[in-house]
């Protein structure tokens, strides 16, 4: 250990162990981690080239194979990989924050959105496969030419009550499906959102269920365009890729119908909530905001830690150069963060725990802090991925030109954390979405939820 | 000046009140002008396109109060030793006095505080730095990242950073061999020319 870092450790004025226990989830929860990370970290499987030097095809192929690997050995970790929460922190450790191909998507988005918007027969024909890898899954709602305005995507699927399916359809080059994580190579399903049509009625975005790749041999379905986006920013591991669907006809059955149907006749019934098909969004929302306090801890770690081993200059000719992170402002610019990223870490807490009980409420018919947490978790998403992003650069900076390799680890933190501020909701957009509920409850002189009341107290 | 006899920048509870209503000011400015465009003859779409640069403001208030008065609750009520519980509440100052700081605009433009109390509130910044210096190397450590995760030659745990990077530049392509191909291709024949011309 290096003298200067241990001798930091050493002025220490509170109980690490009772800190590291608070933000590890407590005793138990903690002790599990460990011993997911020294599973992982002792099976030399897992081991691999340091993906700073490797290519692109040789990054995406080497994180499938760790992706796949983890699927495989996930049965043999028993009790220790007992829910979501665990099997997200192993898939951490395996895939270091790089995209799990059979995963991210699929257990993320692919998986969640069949589980709050399939009915029960839908759950029995494709819940149980996608848990057991029968079928790959991924959600296609972003296309070339509309992210974040859902109302504006253009491609549709009309209902035909003689053959009793849609015809899923891109009409334009802007319509084609852009973006999707696994899209492109891995995937053999997605959930693809379209505007419904029924007797020539437009009934907005609702989901659909389409096999993208024969089953047989990978290959594209007939009727369906699939490839890759090409290089990006950072997660370049991940074959983002585009859906082109020509005229392609699913069964009635495929649209997920727990909120709203489709009857064999074509009556559209409505869901008794409008926007109960975007409660993906807003689940992912949530674990961005857990993203962005975790992301920024890292920085603060690996920033914080080199201040305490590099010195630099000489306060006074002959003196010892002192530690960098003994400079005030040095200190300035990283202590703030540090303290963000706890502000963050509780933040993050509050969310994932309001998005647990009004998913659960939701479940029981009880709607009535929806919008509260659509707001809640769109003002956060913006406002902590905003900081954390900057936070990132501001540590990357502060490690002078050493922060410049990539052997800092900070360049690819931040170009992989950098497009949560654009996907699953546009930052400014999400501002403004936030907004238009703090002003709705400003101008009814309602006091609305809880996080709002103090709008109408008196300064 | 009235509200700034009561402000107490060691009173966490004070710097919270003084979230809320800055954000309550931007909401409340922001919600007056849409009825001003809405009197205007604007419709109400029209008016929240007009008005949505103060809304973004608004909202970034908002949600900067929910995050700093979250944290302060939390400390609040966790049941923490007293050592910790100080170094959280240290924390949570820097956090809340940091975002006055550089924040001050819209605290001044909601009549908070006074130029005085922005002077008073970056010097206080700047004396909290030396109480978070001696624990801020262990409340990075606290949060467990191993070096497999954090994959940075800089951030390693026992600080061996030097060694370390001489050894990761060895990975590079371009070390596995001493003279590079491209010197036959491209250095060479310019190096020749070079030499040929000056004789």
Request: aromatic fraction near 10%; charge should be neutral; glycine fraction near 6%.
């Amino acid at each position: 250990i290096n003298p200067d870092i241990q001798k930091e450790r050493d002025t220490r004025t509170f109980d690490y162990e009772e800190l590291a226990m608070l933000l590890n989830g407590g005793k138990e929860e903690r002790e599990k981690r460990k011993k997911i990370v020294s599973i992982v970290e002792s099976d030399r499987d897992y081991d691999g080239p340091d993906p700073s030097f490797m290519s692109r095809m040789d990054r995406f192929e080497e994180w499938m194979r760790k992706s796949s690997l983890l699927v495989k050995k996930k049965e043999k970790l028993g009790e220790l990989v007992q829910d979501h929460k665990d099997f997200m922190f192993y898939n951490l450790n395996v895939t270091k924050k790089r995209p799990n191909v059979f995963f991210d998507l699929h257990y993320g988005m692919f998986v969640p959105t069949l589980m709050g918007q399939a009915t029960d027969e839908q759950r029995a024909k494709w819940l149980i496969p996608a848990i057991n890898h029968e079928i790959l899954g991924t959600y296609a709602q972003t296309e070339m030419g509309h992210g974040t305005f859902l109302r504006g995507l253009e491609t549709t699927a009309h209902y035909d009550p003689e053959t009793e399916e849609f015809e899923i359809h891109s009409p334009t080059i802007s319509s084609i499906k852009w973006w999707p994580g696994t899209l492109g190579k891995t995937c053999n399903h997605a959930i693809v959102m379209a505007q419904l049509y029924t007797r020539g009625v437009c009934h907005g975005i609702h989901a659909f269920m389409v096999q993208i790749r024969n089953m047989e041999d990978h290959t594209s379905m007939p009727g369906i365009t699939l490839g890759d986006i090409g290089p990006k920013f950072g997660y370049n591991e991940n074959d983002n890729g585009f859906l082109k669907l020509d005229h392609v006809r699913v069964p009635r059955d495929n649209m997920l119908m727990k909120h709203s149907q489709v009857l064999e006749d074509g009556t559209y019934v409505a869901a008794p909530r409008k926007n109960l098909t975007y409660g993906t969004m807003t689940m992912v929302r949530s674990f961005i905001v857990r993203d962005a306090a975790y992301a920024l801890a890292r920085a603060c770690t690996i920033a914080i830690r080199y201040s305490a081993v590099r010195r630099q200059s000489e306060l006074r000719p002959g003196e010892p150069e002192p530690q960098i992170l003994s400079y005030p402002t040095q200190q300035h610019k990283l202590f703030p963060l540090l303290a963000t990223s706890y502000a963050f870490f509780f933040a993050q807490l509050h969310m994932v725990e309001m998005y647990g009980s009004v998913n659960e409420a939701v479940g029981k018919g009880d709607y009535s802090n929806m919008q509260e947490l659509h707001s809640v978790s769109s003002g956060l998403k913006a406002f902590t991925t905003w900081t954390t992003n900057s936070g990132i650069e501001v540590c990357r900076m502060s490690c002078g030109g050493h922060g410049y390799s990539l052997a800092s680890g900070l360049p690819e933190l931040y170009t992989y954390f950098t497009p949560n501020c654009t996907y699953e909701g546009e930052n400014t957009v999400l501002m403004l979405q936030n907004a238009r509920y703090l002003i709705k409850c400003a101008r009814e002189g309602s006091n609305g939820a809880k996080s709002v009341a103090y709008i109408h107290q008196d300064a | 000046p009235q509200m700034r006899q009561y402000v107490d920048f060691n009173d966490l509870d004070t710097i919270c009140k003084l979230y809320e209503q800055r954000a309550r000011g931007l909401v409340k400015f922001a919600a007056n002008k849409v009825e001003e465009e809405v009197r205007n003859g604007e419709d109400l779409v029209g008016a929240l396109n007009k008005v949505s640069v103060h809304s973004v403001r608004a909202a970034n208030a908002h949600c900067h109060y929910f995050v700093v008065k979250n944290f302060v609750d939390e400390i609040k009520t966790l049941e923490l030793s007293p050592g910790l519980r100080s170094v959280l509440m240290d924390l949570a100052r820097l956090y809340a006095l940091d975002g006055l700081s550089k924040n001050s605009g819209e605290f001044m433009e909601e009549g908070l505080l006074s130029g005085k109390d922005v002077k008073q509130c970056h010097q206080l910044v700047v004396e909290l730095l030396p109480k978070i210096r001696p624990n801020a190397v262990s409340l990075v450590d606290s949060y467990e990242f191993s070096d497999k995760i954090l994959m940075s030659v800089l951030g390693r745990y026992d600080g061996n950073v030097y060694p370390n990077l001489l050894e990761w530049a060895m990975k590079s392509e371009l070390n596995k061999t001493d003279v590079i191909p491209a010197y036959e291709k491209h250095i060479r024949p310019l190096l020749k020319r070079h030499q040929m011309s000056k004789l």
